[in-house]
């Protein structure tokens, strides 16, 4: 039995993973993951057990396994049935604004979203015209199209080493003063770069990020009807 149980187990699921087909991976949901943890555990019951029969646990593993195929046939037909389920992309940014809104439905914070933008090589919210959060978890990112003109290195253009690194200054109204003192910079300048552009109180900025060229660059809070 030590060694018939997990050889019933590795080639059982090897066979359901066939059926359930690449979407689980693919397309890696919420509902997704937590059936796939499912499925880990009630292989490791077959494993497990000590009871004289496994065949309780086999067929508890293809029931789940047949009604996770099941529901996918459902969700291709009924797609509101699909959105329930699996949810539906959320736009986080839209015409390089955030969304307040949008952002507090999906649980993610700006320090959130501005590391996964910086996943894609993106360190400034200047350069991000979309921002599309997916039902699997991952951004898609749609650039300002200043952005996707040709690099430097295709005209020839020396570079320079920026001065600043793109870093928050202010968030959701609240000075970061950490991101300030780590480049010498002070409250003062903070509030020099908000008068220059008519703004009264740091309270009134949603997010403001210093630019590599030493510039603030800010985002008021969405006024509501």
């Known amino acids: 039995m030590i060694i018939l149980k997990p050889t019933i187990a590795f080639f059982l699921l090897l066979l359901l993973a066939r059926i359930l087909g690449k979407k689980q991976m693919s397309q890696m949901t919420f509902f997704n993951y937590v059936t796939g943890i499912t499925i880990g555990s009630l292989a490791a019951n077959i494993i497990t057990f000590n009871d004289k029969t496994i065949w309780d646990e ?14 996918s046939i459902i969700t291709l037909k009924f797609t509101k049935l699909r959105v329930i389920i699996d949810g539906q992309p959320t736009i986080l940014i839209k015409n390089g604004r955030f969304q307040e809104d949008a952002l507090s439905k999906s649980k993610i914070s700006i320090e959130d979203l501005t590391m996964m933008l910086r996943e894609q090589n993106i360190f400034s919210i200047k350069e991000v015209d979309y921002a599309i959060l997916e039902p699997n978890g991952k951004l898609s990112v749609l650039k300002v199209q200043d952005q996707l003109n040709v ?47 008519k703004i009264k109180r740091a309270s009134d900025v949603f997010y403001a990020e210093l630019q590599d060229d030493g510039t603030l660059y800010t985002l008021l809070r969405n006024k509501k009807a």
């Open 58 to 71: 086999v067929v508890g593993l293809i029931w789940w396994c047949l009604l996770t195929a099941l529901l």
């Open 151 to 197: 690099i430097r290195k295709d005209l020839d253009i020396p570079t320079s080493k920026p001065k600043y690194f793109p870093e928050e200054i202010i968030i959701d109204g609240k000075i970061v003063y950490n991101n300030l003192t780590a480049y010498g910079l002070n409250v003062q300048w903070l509030e020099n770069q908000l008068r220059q552009q």
